[in-house]
């Protein structure tokens, strides 16, 4: 894998390059020093991942993955010396485009790694899977009956990746607070990072936005999110669970396995949206709601940040709609009000 490295401090960018001769795979594509520096160089030679710094002179973090994404768009993960203290402006980077966030690595003694060092790789690994990578052909679509039957609020389940929290916040910005179905949002993000996406989503809508625990149940009016790296899924009983089957599976929390779920037990039929991203998490599962009598919604390619999971699904003929994400709420919001 190429990967590139956009930092200022040549003491981050030495530990960044020694944490990536670990492993013989990883080769260092270029170094920048800058945003500036950086985005003109992914334009001549993009590579396959950038581990970018945050914050820098001149342009920083959040305005260079903003441009590396319109122009030359690759995978990026925000390195910085600590994504807690600098969270909005790591959610920020993520509505651009960037996959997640890490803690610049610090150099162990004696070549030992510290727990940064191993988070670092864990992560790139992830997306090396991530990238070119088709769903595993173990994710089983093969229908169950439900075993109970509740009353049942309409529901609208939305799936999303690259990009994702920017597209979510324009959807959920545009819903009224009396909005009469349940929503269930599977985004894929760090189990570290989805508690603050929660708050910052909060403070843009009048929903109620909150993390999906074991046990819950999809309640209308109220936004629920996978918050935890193991995918959530609905049990036959309609109350939430997490299952780190299958396990090898890259993309956690898995949109497949929920609308798969969802597809198993959710006895009414609901509206399934899938949103910008990298890879193809999502499109068979949409595809086998539409099968079911789904409404099914893919975003369109012009405000996509990666147009990888919605085209997977277009590809399958898995969308009844394709849209941006303002004639996304806008659509929610007309069936919500039919479907009353």
């Not at 999502?282 to 709601?289: N, T």
Request: charged content about 15%.
């Amino acid at each position: 894998m190429k990967i590139a490295l956009v930092n200022d401090m040549p003491i981050a960018v030495e530990a960044l390059r020694r944490v990536l001769l670990t492993i013989p795979e990883y080769q260092v594509a270029w170094i920048a020093t800058g945003g500036v520096e950086a985005v003109a160089k992914c334009a001549k030679d993009t590579p396959d991942l950038i581990l970018m710094d945050l914050i820098m002179p001149g342009m920083d973090g959040v305005e260079a993955t903003r441009q590396i994404m319109k122009q030359s768009p690759c995978a990026i993960v925000i390195v910085t010396a600590s994504v807690g203290q600098n969270a909005a402006k790591v959610f920020e980077a993520m509505s651009y485009g960037a996959l997640d966030a890490v803690d610049t690595p610090i150099l162990g003694s004696q070549g030992k790694q510290d727990p940064s060092q191993t988070a670092l790789l864990k992560k790139i690994a992830t997306i090396g899977k991530l990238i070119g990578k088709s769903p595993p052909s173990h994710l089983n679509f093969t229908l169950n009956k439900p075993q109970t039957n509740f009353t049942l609020p309409p529901l609208i389940a939305i799936g999303s990746s690259t990009g994702g929290p920017k597209a979510l916040a324009t959807i959920l910005s545009r819903l009224p607070a009396d909005f009469g179905a349940a929503i269930a949002i599977i985004q894929h993000i760090d189990a570290q990072f989805a508690v603050g996406m929660i708050d910052w989503l909060n403070q843009l809508t009048p929903l109620t936005i909150k993390k999906a625990s074991a046990g819950d149940r999809l309640e209308k009016g109220i936004v629920t999110v996978a918050c935890t790296n193991d995918h959530l899924s609905l049990q036959s009983n309609h109350t939430l669970n997490y299952t780190k089957d299958p396990i090898d599976y890259p993309y956690r929390p898995s949109i497949d396995v929920f609308f798969k779920s969802i597809a198993q037990y959710w006895t009414h039929k609901g509206t399934a949206v899938l949103l910008t991203g990298m890879g193809r998490d999502g499109a068979e599962g949409l595809k086998l709601l539409r099968s079911q009598g789904w409404h099914t919604i893919a975003q369109d390619k012009a405000s996509c940040i990666v147009y990888g999971m919605p085209r997977a699904a277009v590809e399958l003929n898995a969308a009844v709609e394709v849209l941006n994400p303002e004639a996304i709420a806008t659509s929610l919001i007309y069936r919500s009000v039919v479907n009353r």
